[in-house]
T-cell receptor, first 113, second 114 residues
Framework: DTGVSQDPRHKITKRGQNVTFRCDPISEHNRLYWYRQTLGQGPEFLTYFQNEAQLEKSRLLSDRFSAERPKGSFSTLEIQRTEQGDSAMYLCASSLGEGFNQYFGPGTRLTVT | AQSVTQLDSQVPVFEEAPVELRCNYSSSVSVYLFWYVQYPNQGLQLLLK????STLVKGINGFEAEFNKSQTSFHLRKPSVHISDTAEYFCAVSDGDSNYQLIWGAGTKLIIKP
């Protein structure tokens, strides 16, 4: 069991640039979730996939945010035209079946300068 | 919409003393409750969960939590803490109708004093 992995672990970018983060879930897990966590707060749900289908995306923070899971395995989260307010930790989690046991990756820390 | 309140942002406690971390949620017909722990520089790990059945739930590392429907609470307890319990603890709720999206509290930092 290799756990959930995320890449990169840290990303520093200039305002206005696009960034893409990758998440590799636990191999047999069919559900994948993205969260954002800002300092002093709990994770904030963004979106989730069941296999390759994105079943909930209304919580994505703006139309600059998009996520894909093209083959039902790894997922990417893209932020276009980054803003300083996008600086946060982006967490990925996966689960098998219903989302009661979500396994989290270590997160990608984004800093927008 | 469901919401979660963790009343204490930090809880300092002496080693080997008992601890209670408080969590309250907004009312819902049916609710599933979780406690996660985040050790320094690590990802979130599930400590315990309440789905149904006994209101006293036991988790890993000697933690337990009690579901109290009338008080809409799910407080986390440990009878004797160790320095290795230093971490941030998050309470989360899912109402089952939201495809198991988790709604999270702001977290409580448990600080163990030697």
């Amino acid at each position: 069991d290799t756990g959930v992995s995320q890449d990169p672990r840290h990303k520093i970018t200039k305002r206005g640039q696009n960034v893409t983060f990758r998440c590799d879930p636990i191999s047999e897990h069919n559900r994948l979730y993205w969260y954002r966590q800002t300092l002093g707060q709990g994770p904030e749900f963004l979106t989730y996939f069941q296999n390759e289908a994105q079943l909930e995306k209304s919580r994505l923070l703006s139309d600059r945010f998009s996520a894909e899971r093209p083959k039902g395995s790894f997922s990417t989260l893209e932020i276009q035209r980054t803003e300083q307010g996008d600086s946060a930790m982006y967490l990925c989690a996966s689960s098998l079946g219903e989302g009661f046991n979500q396994y989290f990756g270590p997160g990608t820390r984004l800093t927008v300068t | 919409a469901q919401s979660v309140t963790q009343l204490d942002s930090q809880v300092p406690v002496f080693e080997e003393a008992p601890v209670e971390l408080r969590c309250n949620y907004s009312s819902s017909v049916s609710v599933y409750l979780f406690w996660y722990v985040q050790y320094p520089n690590q990802g979130l790990q599930l400590l315990l969960k309440y789905l149904s059945g006994s209101t006293l739930v036991k988790g890993i590392n000697g933690f337990e939590a009690e579901f109290n429907k009338s008080q809409t609470s799910f407080h986390l307890r440990k009878p004797s803490v160790h320095i290795s319990d230093t971490a941030e603890y998050f309470c989360a709720v899912s109402d089952g109708d939201s495809n198991y999206q988790l709604i999270w509290g702001a977290g409580t930092k448990l600080i163990i004093k030697p």
